[in-house]
T-cell receptor
Framework: AQTVTQSQPEMSVQEAETVTLSCTYD???????LFWYKQPPSRQMILVIR??????QNATENRFSVNFQKAAKSFSLKISDSQLGDAAMYFC??????????????FGSGTRLQVQP | KAGVTQTPRYLIKTRGQQVTLSCSPI?????VSWYQQTPGQGLQFLFE???????NKGNFPGRFSGRQFSNSRSEMNVSTLELGDSALYLC?????????????FGPGTRLLVL
């Protein structure tokens, strides 16, 4: 079974600074997808960024980028120029690329990010 | 395009009662998945529906059930509620449910069992 580990329960960053959230995963599959979701106090899960395992290039979305290390099974999220609105829980998630296997998202335990003004 | 909607947003029930939660996917989406979020267990997959058929099921007791209607709206039901069922229930939709697709989440229904 796939597992996703987020070893940082809480992180803090100063406004305008850069922060990196860590995520590691365990899988025997070669085809899969990785996601970072943000959950603000409203509890709505918002997709931040996704990465296809077959793509070597790291995904970026504006101030958000990932460092995807497939061999190390590591998928960290870098937030540049942190803003107060970035404060939230961040969840790393894994999804198998097989349409015949387990199709659900497997989530990590989350990292609570605080942004200090 | 409107996002995923869930009703009700908040519910308070007592042990032994049953509850039905509703999820309307993004227009055109035919796959709906349900997740339970608790402080202790985190986010756990309940089930997935596509074209009115349950396609995947998580490791939850039979008290948890669901269904999907022809308009892709989905409901989940929990019978004989237990205190441990207190949680945020999230539903997510995608177009065809293919694994390459991103799942988009609704705001959740917060259930409190007393």
């Amino acid at each position: 079974a796939q597992t996703v580990t987020q070893s940082q329960p809480e992180m803090s960053v100063q406004e305008a600074e850069t922060v990196t959230l860590s995520c590691t995963y365990d899988t025997s599959e070669s085809d899969y997808y990785l996601f970072w979701y943000k959950q603000p106090p409203s509890r709505q899960m918002i997709l931040v960024i996704r990465q296809e395992a077959y793509k070597q290039q790291n995904a970026t979305e504006n101030r958000f980028s990932v460092n995807f290390q497939k061999a190390a099974k590591s998928f960290s999220l870098k937030i540049s120029d942190s803003q107060l609105g970035d404060a939230a829980m961040y969840f790393c998630a894994y999804r198998s690329g097989s349409d015949t296997g387990r199709r659900a998202l497997t989530f990590g335990s989350g990292t609570r990010l605080q942004v200090q003004p | 395009k409107a996002g995923v909607t869930q009703t009700p947003r908040y519910l308070i029930k007592t042990r032994g009662q049953q509850v039905t939660l509703s999820c309307s996917p993004i227009s055109g989406h035919r796959s709906v998945s349900w997740y339970q979020q608790t402080p202790g267990q985190g986010l756990q997959f309940l089930f997935e529906y596509f074209s009115e058929t349950q396609r995947n099921k998580g490791n939850f007791p039979g008290r948890f059930s669901g269904r999907q209607f022809s308009n892709s709206r989905s409901e989940m039901n929990v019978s004989t509620l237990e205190l441990g069922d207190s949680a945020l229930y999230l539903c997510a939709s995608s177009s065809k449910g293919a694994t390459r697709e991103t799942q988009y989440f609704g705001p959740g229904t917060r259930l409190l069992v007393l």
